[in-house]
């Protein structure tokens, strides 16, 4: 079983800046894609930006320029630097991490969530 632990949540004013962090641990065999996601009350759960293993990236077109997702393969962790911050960023953020077993199938994991709340 993989665990996959965000924090850097916060409150934050418009135009400011957060950096979320997941960090997966347990029984990883390997860590195929990762990426984070989000959900703002009364919404459907929206991708956000998506790393492969090769550190290829894809973004929403609502935050393509002011999000960055990164990930540190040796330590088994996924970034999401947000600058410029907006009122409509407000969610929470969960991460989500696309995985190899050792039966050698894939397998999904999602983090808890983790709140991102910005001002105006």
């Known amino acids: 079983q993989v665990q996959l632990v965000e924090s850097g949540g916060g409150l934050v004013q418009t135009g400011g800046s957060l950096k979320l962090s997941c960090a997966a641990s347990g029984s990883i065999f390997k860590l195929n894609s990762m990426a984070w996601y989000r959900q703002a009350p009364g919404k459907q759960r929206e991708l956000v930006a998506t790393i492969a293993g090769g550190g290829t990236t894809n973004y929403a077109t609502s935050v393509k320029g002011r999000f960055t997702i990164s990930r540190d393969g040796a330590e088994n962790t996924v970034y999401l630097q947000m600058s410029s911050l907006k009122p409509d960023d407000t969610a929470v953020y969960y991460c989500?991490?696309?995985?190899?077993?050792?039966?050698?199938?894939?397998?999904?994991?999602w983090g808890q969530g983790t709140q991102v709340t910005v001002s105006s």
């Open positions: 989500y991490a696309h995985a190899t077993n050792a039966y050698f199938r894939y397998v999904s994991y």
